[in-house]
């Protein structure tokens, strides 16, 4: 491995205000100043909203983001923030067409802003959650709602999107049923993978100020033995120092994926999460063996992926990011940060472990599935299937009812992945994104067309990129998705309907990256 050049951007998170600086009308550079943008909270977005279906019915929800100690089970309990004192927060369940009206109360410390972005759902710009393109943050001590019609069915959660306070414990799912659902199946299981350093080895922000300084002053000294450094699955007592003499606490050395291409991660955790429960004392599924089970799993980490399997079992994928595929059976899946997969599984009898490993990084999560008496498997089980048939994204094909219709290409856009750990500069095409310049460059589409982004990965290092508002196809017959892995050095074409007016971010769901920069701003012509 090339460290240095695996390395050559330090994370870049979830947008530090949020996630897009960009004034409610600007004007890109490259195009005329009469390049006005639709403005989130104009005509244009209203009318988006009035098309969607409803069934009337309004769901109220209060959520309060607050310092919290949570038990994390094993006697792990960090100091941490929260939504109503747990993690995951409380699952909001909704019907297809059912308005979701949820009051977000601020009552973080030392003048702390957030929002919550309700990651996958295509719903009007202005409930979005993006400070300050399409809210304002919501100040400490103050409350914001949130009111939107969600009519797509599909496995969701929720986050801020405000620094990278997606690291911390403020996220929980979202599900949003189809009363009409054809899949056959007994029971469900919400798996909701994250990946834990908050209140035990540091905090998130002290994360990023540390990633932040890059390797640029190890410019010249000698890299070739950081592969053996330190891969953090448990919490080291003293820091890592780099060649210079720095600290490296949180700064992850020498992991690497074939699935991923190479480097795997930037940041080393103490614990890898299922349903917020360390591997030590894990969450147990309870069912009857024959039972067929439907798993909804969610990566609500911050930089890691994860590969994962239920022991002695086979999975059939039915859903990526909430929209349905051809039916795929493996024995595994890999799931990047943002991404969701729904897969059946029709349970044996016994004890069985879900082992989601973080990919190249030497530790995993645990859960058990206990359908009948056994023995309870080690935490440090690898079931035969993690090395098993694992059908990448790119492999699945969309069910015939969500493919794109065939249409023209209208506008291509060239999304390229830049920077590198070297000078910790994540960006889209050359170009950080800064929270603060109203006129920051917008990736310009009119509504009604036909939109492909050539998603072309100029970095040492995989990218889980994320498009707020819309549901792309990758390629001509592929899954239809908001969150896909972009391999290092490799190029991905998806194709989305201009439908949902508006300014969209995209950016990369690695908290670090996006961050530091790697976003833009998908925006609509006024």
């Known amino acids: 491995m090339n460290s240095i050049n695996r390395r050559s951007v330090l994370l870049a998170g979830l947008g530090s205000a949020g996630a897009g600086a960009l004034a409610a009308c600007t004007s890109g550079s490259g195009s005329s100043s009469s390049n006005a943008l639709i403005n989130p909270s104009g005509s244009a977005v209203a009318a988006a909203e009035e098309k969607r279906k409803s069934t009337g019915r309004r769901q109220k929800v209060t959520l309060t983001a ?8 094993g006697g792990v309990m960090p100091k941490t923030w929260a939504y109503d004192g747990r993690t995951p927060g409380k699952e909001i369940r909704l019907s297809v067409g059912d308005t979701l009206v949820a009051e977000l109360s601020n009552q973080l410390p030392n003048k702390t802003t957030t929002s919550i972005h309700w990651h996958g759902i295509a719903m009007r710009n202005d409930m979005d959650g993006v400070p300050p393109t399409t809210q304002t943050a919501v100040r400490a001590g103050s409350t914001f709602t949130y009111e939107f019609i969600a009519d797509a069915p ?5 986050h801020p999107h405000v620094g990278v306070q997606l690291d911390r414990g403020l996220y929980a799912p979202l599900i949003v049923e189809d009363p009409k659902e054809t899949l056959d199946y007994d029971d469900e299981w919400v798996v909701l993978l994250d990946d834990w350093v908050d209140g035990v080895t540091g905090t ?4 990023f100020a540390e990633l932040r300084q890059g390797m640029g002053g190890m410019e010249g000294h000698d890299m070739g033995d950081m592969g053996g450094m330190d891969m953090g699955a448990s919490p080291s007592p003293s820091a890592s120092a780099s060649s210079d003499g720095r600290s490296m606490k949180f ?15 930037d940041v080393k955790y103490p614990h890898h999460l299922i349903n917020g429960r360390v591997a030590a004392d894990p969450d147990v599924y309870t069912g009857k063996p024959g039972k067929k089970v439907r798993l909804r799993i969610i990566n609500a980490g911050g930089d890691t992926a994860y590969r994962v399997a239920l022991g002695d079992h086979k999975l059939t994928i039915t859903h990526t990011d909430g929209f349905p595929v051809q039916h795929q059976e493996v024995d595994a899946l890999l799931v990047g940060m943002g991404e969701r997969y729904d897969v059946l599984v029709t349970l044996g009898d016994g004890v069985f472990p879900l082992v989601a490993v973080a990919e190249g990084k030497d530790a995993n999560g645990f859960a058990l599935v206990r359908t009948g008496s056994g023995s309870t498997p080690s935490v440090t089980v690898r079931p035969k299937e993690l090395d098993g048939v694992i059908v990448t994204a790119s492999q699945l094909r969309a069910a015939d009812d969500v493919r794109l219709t065939s249409a023209k290409t209208d506008v291509t856009h060239q999304i390229k992945l830049t920077g590198g750990m070297m000078k910790y500069n994540w960006a889209i095409n050359g170009k950080p994104f800064d929270m603060n310049d109203p006129q920051a460059t917008p990736i310009l589409i009119e509504e009604g067309q036909r939109v492909r982004l050539d998603f072309v990965n100029d970095t040492d290092m995989w990218h889980p990129m ?3 508002g819309h549901t792309y196809q990758l390629g ?6 908001d969150t896909a892995i972009v391999l290092p050095k490799k190029k991905l074409s998806v194709y989305f309907d201009a439908d949902n007016p508006g300014q969209w971010m995209l950016h990369c769901h690695n908290a670090y990256h996006g961050e530091a920069g790697m976003m833009a701003n998908v925006a609509y012509r006024a």
């Open 204 to 207: 998130p922000d002290e994360v």
């Open 251 to 265: 700064m992850l050395m020498g992991a690497e994926s074939d699935l991923l291409g190479g480097d795997a991660g």
């Open 476 to 481: 001509t017959h592929g899954p239809r998705k």
């Open 66 to 73: 607050a310092p919290a100690v949570i038990d994390l089970g």
């Open 154 to 158: 599909g496995t969701y959660f929720f």
């Open 466 to 468: 994320h498009l707020h």
